[in-house]
């Protein structure tokens, strides 16, 4: 079982713009300077995701929890947004057959279907609740806060679906929140309803590993525990201020260096594998809120991530990454085992297509990642390829943690809080302003100074 980091593509042997050997080299201490911070942060108490062991109580509990409810649901819906829905999209993906929702019960083992309600568009509200049994469905209320409003809007319809239905709170949801305070909180403890605690110090994009993550999974009847273990392998992997030796460190290195020196500010995930396809839009959450900021003498910085998936972006998005501006890094994930193995093309067929026959799907979707990855290089655009075994519990673990050091590693290069989020408050406190939140009159003033919308301009 390995994860590895190619990063030939973004040195100057591949590209023009690369970094040379010695500019590697001399990046050395700034490296260092970025370990350093992780680790005073860390003696801060600010990167809970790290502290795997520390969450390995709570962690027993989900798993038990979830074991003695075997064969009770037919269905699980979390009900959640942003951090809070992406990491569980992630593990269903990657783990769970692409067909897992539409097969029948025998054939999923009697495990539940997973349903992920992390929008409040009432057309997928409605098309979910209307496809499942109330009295055998477990809804995962996620919310840290337990003040999001989109997540709490869900929790109170589902509350009214399931009192109409005459099922109890508690037999239907579970919460996952803090541990000490915020509305979830206090319901749950007033109606005895089970919840699990995301811990203080793990932010909501960071908290895959908590029971935001693994209840589902454990539900789920997935290995929680190789998931953890592939995490921990990575952290311990990258204990070290050693570029060479840290991947995670080189990556944000390098996706730094090529943002600060060679204008490439654009990073695009590319996974060549339908089951980590939904990784991507995970880490451009984790990449982009964590990294898109002022920093501290106001200057706006922060690179901006795209999700792309292969061989499919071969024909979408690749026409502009080979022609277009120099302005983007593309790293490539690439898994060498297929699940659930090979399947050889026939070779059968006219005789222009007898190149393809004999040889394997997922032969060609390799062979197709290196090919693209060699057509960049040739038109100077710079690539990294991340190379997985296979797509399982303790590599996604493992990637997991990779991104989620990477991302500390780059707040300090850019010399950023990567655990804050104020982009995002003022948007919050303008929705609740117009629902008349008692806490945020204070947001009329800003409201009323917003340009009206101008007839002249409606087309």
């Known amino acids: ?39 005073a942060e860390a003696g801060r108490g600010r990167l809970g995701f790290r502290e795997l062991e520390a969450q390995g109580a709570e962690r027993a509990r989900v798993i038990a929890w979830a074991r003695a409810r075997a064969g009770r649901y037919d269905d699980l819906v979390v009900l959640g947004i942003g951090g809070s829905a992406l990491g569980a999209l992630a593990l269903r993906t990657a783990l769970l057959p692409r067909d897992w929702n539409a097969r029948p019960s025998v054939q999923r083992g009697g495990r539940p279907r997973l349903h992920i309600l992390d929008n409040v568009d009432p057309r ?12 055998r469905t477990l809804f995962l209320v996620v919310s840290k806060s337990g003040s999001t409003a989109e997540t709490m809007a869900q929790y109170l319809l589902v509350r009214e679906r399931l009192a109409a239905a005459g099922v109890p709170a508690r037999q239907g949801m579970v919460f996952v929140t803090d541990p000490d305070k915020g509305v979830l909180r206090d319901v749950g403890a007033a109606e005895g309803i089970t919840m699990f605690e995301v811990p203080p110090n793990v932010g ?44 995670a460190l080189a990556f944000a290195l390098l996706q730094w260096r090529a943002h600060q020196e060679a204008g490439q500010g654009m990073h695009v995930l590319m996974p060549y594998s339908d089951a980590y396809r939904d990784l991507a839009p995970w ?10 900021k002022r920093t501290p003498g106001g200057d706006p910085v922060g690179p901006t991530p795209i999700v792309a998936v292969g061989a499919t972006d071969q024909h979408a998005q690749v026409q502009l990454f080979m022609e277009g501006p120099i302005d983007k890094t ?15 093309i026939p070779g059968q067929g006219p005789a222009e297509l007898a190149y393809l026959g004999g040889h394997g799907f997922h032969e060609l979707l390799r062979a197709e990642c290196r090919a693209t990855a060699g057509a960049l290089a040739t038109q100077g655009r710079p690539t990294m390829t991340l190379r997985v075994t296979r797509a399982d519990p303790w590599h996604l673990g493992g990637l997991f943690m990779f991104f989620e050091l990477a991302t500390i590693y780059a707040g300090q290069l850019y010399g950023i809080d990567p655990l804050d989020q104020p982009g995002v408050e003022l948007g919050k406190q303008l929705t609740y302003y117009q629902f008349g939140h008692p806490g945020w009159s204070t947001m009329r003033s800003v409201w009323e100074a917003l340009p009206a919308s101008d007839p002249d301009w409606v087309l």
Do not use: K
Not at 208 to 233: F, I, K
Not at 285 to 291: C, D, H, I, N, T
């Open 124 to 135: 997928s509200v409605r098309g979910v609740l209307e496809q499942v049994a109330l009295d």
């Open 283 to 292: 880490f451009v959450q984790l990449w982009a809120e964590s990294l898109g």
């Open 1 to 39: 079982m390995t994860i590895h980091l190619d990063c030939t593509g973004m040195t100057r042997r591949a590209v023009p713009s690369g970094v040379t050997a010695e500019r590697f080299a001399s990046l050395a201490p700034r490296a260092a300077e970025a370990h350093a911070g992780l680790l």
């Open 330 to 344: 593309v790293t490539f994930l690439d898994v060498e085992e297929p699940e659930g193995g090979e399947l050889t």
């Open 204 to 247: 909501g994009r960071f908290s895959v590993l908590s029971p935001v993550g693994t209840l589902p999974a454990a539900l789920l009847g997935l290995d929680v525990d190789a998931l953890v273990a592939g995490a921990v392998a990575m952290r311990d992997r990258c204990a070290t201020g050693a570029i060479r030796e840290n991947p």
